[in-house]
Structures are given as structure tokens and as C-alpha cells.
């Protein structure tokens, strides 16, 4: 009884309490608002990233990598048998040899004796093909005197001697072969060097016995090497076979240098693991050297930039900013999100080259939209990404990679 009659003293304390706070609601939520209201507002409008979009003519390119392989690499075997009597002191792993000059040489000993048999036996064959052309001379004459010879049934050709004529020039056309035979026997006791190149590897020494199938040298042509890169089918219809490829290895070469490639061919057969097109490339001179132009071996492993033909008329985006039903979000000069319809005209790893209708004044939304709509009132910031290159830098816009 006594807590109920506090209760009530409490009472007038409590209602006059609630009428303060329904009096400060009223106050403040109606007209009477703050003067920095709006500013708070304003405060809570979105603010976004966008980035410039770039237009012009601008030229793909693709990045690729691959190994460098000799495009002619040789095993020289002996031609004939023997022992080997000499071999060029050139003619070690690295040594450099031109076209003709002599690797090896077998004992010749027994090749010229060959050769000089030989040269009797024509001379010998000469001689009797000598002779049978005097007797045919006689047996013409013989023929002559017998006026009636006709009558008498005699063949004319065993008289004249003609059959014996023809094995006598036979046995020197024979002759003659087989001194050929053996001076060519002769000349490849000297093993000579095919092209221009290097020795990858010596297996024979001095007094080696060798034959027809003994393997002496492996040799390696170093006027041009080979270079295999693979690019997607979809690059294929882009690739301006015309344009010299170019080669990089910043690791090894160091940063700036690089070396020239031309094409030669597109291999008729796809890549078994990723599907793609292998090209061919030639690297010529790789041995010449100067201050941009590094020494490439056999084994390398550079990477390669391939050019594509110009696009023109194109936009540059990234792969973030295209949505999946071919549009993209942009802030337009009035500050509000817009979405505009785009046309892929080529999609590479990092840059997409894209046909729109633009207006002026669009920025790029340069993040995830989040929630969205079109026409919300939005507030620009500085990309803190790299902006992409102005339209006068954009002729060489580099980026569509595959590296590994």
C-alpha cells in the first residue's frame, strides 16, 4: 500500500519527462531542421571511381613464350670406311666452322690406289675401243671389194664388226664410271662442314676406325634458329604475319633489350594440352651481338610479342567493366549511372577492344557496381588506378597476354 501511494507522487514526474521528448520530436522532425541537414545529405550521396575511356585506332597485341630450336642441326656420318688420319682442331663442341671447311680426314692411301687402278682400266678400255674402230675401217673396205655381197646373204653388221664396236664403248663407259666412283670415294675421306654452324658434339679421334654408319659430328646451322610460341584461335584472324615479333628475357638480357623475330608459319597441327595454334618464328643471326641485341642459344626460353593488324575505331576497357549481357555501367556528364550496350570485337586476357556509342562526358565505372540503377546520382574520385593511355598514346596500347 505504501509502494502504490510513491508510485502516484511519482506520477506528474514521469508524464511531464514525456512531454519534453514528444516536444523535442515535434521540434526537430517537422520544418524546423537543421541548417546542415542538407549538407548530411549530401554527405550520404555515393561516391565512385571511374576511369577515362580511351577511342581510337589501336593495334592488339599477343603475349606469348616458347623455347628456341635449331632449324637445321645435322649428324655427320663417314661416307666411306677407313681411319680417321686428321681432324681440324675448329672442329670442337662450340667451334665455329663456314660451309666446305674440312671437319675430318680419312687415310686416303688405299682411295688413291683405287682411283689410279681405275684410271688404267679406262685407259686400257680406250684403247680396245681404239682398236675396233680400226677394224671396222678394214672391214668396210674388205666389204667394198665383194661387188656381190648382197647376193651371198652376208650380214653386213657381224662384217662390219659393229657388235664387238658396242661392247668395246660399253666397257668404257664402264670404265669411266668406276673411275668416278672411286676419285668421289677419294674426295669423301675428307668430311667437310654442310652450312655455317657450330659442333654440338664430337665422337670420333685420331686413328679411329669408321664406316658408313659411324656417326662423327653433330653439327648445328647458326645463320637462323627456330622459335615456337602458341596463340588462341581467337588472336589467329588478328595476327599480322607481315610484323616482325618481338623477343624479351629481362632476367637474362636485362630490362630494354630485345631481339627481332619474322614469321614463318602456322603449324598444321594444335597444341595436345591447351588447344591452341602453334606458330613459327625465325630468328636470324642469333650470334650477332651489340648493345640492344643479346646472343640467343638454343634452349632459350623468351618471351615473345606478336603485333596484330590495327583495329580502328575501337574502345579499350577492362575485362571488370563488361557485364555479362554485353553492357557496360558509365557515369555520364550529369554525374548519374548509365548503362551502354557494346559490340566485343576482340577479348584478350586483360584488355577488351569493344565498338560502343559513347556520350560526352562518360567515365568507365571503375569498380564492382554493387547495388545499382539507372539514372542514381552518384559522386566521382580520382582513379587511384593507372588511367589508361590518352587517345593520342593509344597507337600502340600493349596488354592482351598469355603469359605462363
Excluded: C
Excluded at 673396205?141 to 664403248?169: C, F, M, W, Y
Excluded at 630468328?283 to 651489340?290: A, L
Excluded at 596484330?308 to 549511372?337: C, E, F, Q, R, Y
Amino acid at each position: 500500500m505504501r509502494l502504490f501511494v510513491v508510485n502516484n507522487k511519482l506520477l506528474p514526474i514521469f508524464i511531464l519527462l514525456l512531454g519534453a521528448l514528444l516536444g523535442y520530436f515535434i521540434l526537430f522532425s517537422g520544418d524546423h531542421k537543421p541548417a546542415n541537414y542538407k549538407k548530411n545529405k549530401a554527405n550520404r550521396i555515393r561516391i565512385v571511381q571511374t576511369s577515362e575511356l580511351v577511342n581510337g585506332s589501336v593495334v592488339p597485341f599477343w603475349k606469348t613464350s616458347g623455347f628456341v630450336i635449331p632449324a637445321e642441326a645435322v649428324k655427320v656420318y663417314a661416307r666411306v670406311s677407313g681411319n680417321i688420319e686428321a681432324i681440324n682442331p675448329l672442329a670442337m663442341p662450340g667451334g665455329q666452322l663456314k660451309k666446305g671447311q674440312w671437319l675430318a680426314q680419312l687415310e686416303a692411301v688405299d682411295f688413291e690406289i683405287t682411283r689410279r687402278s681405275q684410271q688404267a682400266q679406262l685407259a686400257q678400255a680406250q684403247a680396245n675401243f681404239s682398236l675396233e674402230e680400226a677394224d671396222q675401217i678394214i672391214a668396210k673396205e674388205e666389204l667394198a671389194l665383194l661387188s656381190h655381197h648382197n647376193e651371198l646373204g652376208i650380214d653386213q653388221s657381224l662384217v662390219l664388226r659393229e657388235p664387238q664396236l658396242t661392247v668395246a664403248k660399253a666397257k668404257v663407259s664402264v670404265a669411266i664410271n668406276n673411275l668416278e666412283k672411286a676419285e668421289l670415294n677419294l674426295q669423301r675421306t675428307k668430311v667437310l662442314m654442310p652450312f655455317d654452324g657450330a659442333i654440338m658434339s664430337k665422337s670420333v679421334g685420331l686413328a679411329s676406325k669408321v664406316s658408313s654408319s659411324t656417326l662423327l659430328f653433330e653439327v648445328v646451322n647458326t645463320d637462323t634458329y627456330w622459335i615456337e610460341v602458341k596463340i588462341p584461335h581467337k588472336f589467329l584472324s588478328l595476327l599480322d604475319q607481315a610484323q616482325t615479333a618481338e623477343m624479351s628475357q629481362s632476367r637474362l638480357w636485362g630490362k630494354g633489350k630485345k631481339r627481332q623475330a619474322r614469321f614463318i608459319s602456322i603449324l598444321p597441327e594444335l597444341d595436345s594440352k591447351d588447344r591452341q595454334v602453334k606458330v613459327l618464328l625465325a630468328i636470324d643471326s642469333p650470334n650477332v651481338t651489340n648493345d640492344n641485341s643479346p646472343q640467343v642459344f638454343i634452349n632459350d626460353f623468351l618471351n615473345v610479342e606478336l603485333k596484330g593488324k590495327a583495329i580502328k575505331d575501337a574502345w579499350v576497357i577492362k575485362h571488370p567493366w563488361l557485364l555479362p549481357d554485353k553492357t557496360m555501367w558509365v557515369v555520364d556528364k550529369n554525374s548519374t549511372l548509365q548503362k551502354r550496350a557494346v559490340e566485343v570485337l576482340f577479348k584478350g586476357r586483360d584488355l577488351i577492344y569493344i565498338q560502343s556509342t559513347f556520350e560526352k562526358g562518360d567515365r568507365a565505372l571503375a569498380e564492382k557496381p554493387g547495388i545499382a540503377a539507372v539514372g542514381l546520382q552518384v559522386k566521382t574520385r580520382k582513379s587511384r588506378v593507372k588511367k589508361l593511355k590518352q587517345e593520342n598514346q593509344v597507337n600502340k596500347v600493349k596488354g592482351l597476354t598469355n603469359e605462363r
